[in-house]
T-cell receptor, first 111, second 112 residues
């Protein structure tokens, strides 16, 4: 299977919270990342978490890490239409800092 | 503060041709990595350059080569293009041994 897995699509109503989930296989993952990609654009680093942390909050974004289950989630509070994009989960191991990406979750925000 | 820049934005080539893509890293960054993103997929790591040398390489054939210049900018060269090389090519930069990479907007390559 893939090293990093994500569901492909998520549809939410504007103003609701979005939760994007990700699982990874390697227990030696050191850093876990969330990137955002808007149509026709490169990747924007949203946030990242070190593997010895359980949670990280940054304004509307909350990252939760369950290291035992190798599960990472990104919660976006008060989702807006501008949040519509593809969200990539990624992990890096050891000191390489080279992220391995999932296939991305396409978030669609409708009025 | 300029971010990562890439040129050209779009490129069309035919099978068998060669292509060169260019990247300038974010100010203060000395390490450049290249990724290939096929349609509907996540980026796949090609290689990383630091101090003008290839430091790490992903699972890509020798047709993919690169270079880093003394000003830290970088080129990605692909020889003998195949239809399957059609993708968005992303450049990312960081400071050596720092955990976060910053990505450029990419070059979209179409091979006919």
């Amino acid at each position: 299977g893939e090293d990093v897995e994500q569901s492909l699509f998520l549809s939410v109503r504007e103003g609701d919270s979005s939760v994007i989930n990700c699982t990874y296989t390697d227990s030696s993952s050191t850093y876990l990342y969330w990137y955002k990609q808007e149509p026709g654009a490169g990747l924007q680093l949203l946030t990242y978490i070190f593997s010895n942390m359980d949670m990280k909050q940054d304004q509307r974004l909350t990252v939760l890490l369950n290291k035992k289950d190798k599960h990472l989630s990104l919660r976006i509070a008060d989702t807006q239409t501008g949040d519509s994009a593809i969200y990539f989960c990624a992990e890096s191991r050891g000191g390489s800092y080279i992220p391995t990406f999932g296939r991305g979750t396409s978030l669609i925000v409708h009025p | 503060d300029a971010g990562v820049t890439q040129s050209p934005t779009h490129l069309i080539k035919t099978r068998g041709q060669q292509v060169t893509l260019r990247c300038s890293p974010k100010s203060g960054h000395d390490t450049v990595s290249w990724y290939q993103q096929a349609l509907g997929q996540g980026p796949q790591f090609i290689f990383q350059y630091y101090e003008e040398e290839e430091r790490q390489r992903g699972n890509f054939p020798d047709r993919f080569s690169g270079h880093q210049f003394p000003n830290y900018s970088s080129e990605l060269n692909v020889n003998a293009l195949l239809l399957g090389d059609s993708a968005l090519y992303l450049c990312a930069s960081n400071r050596q041994l720092q955990e976060t990479q910053y990505f450029g907007p990419g070059t979209r390559l179409l091979v006919l």
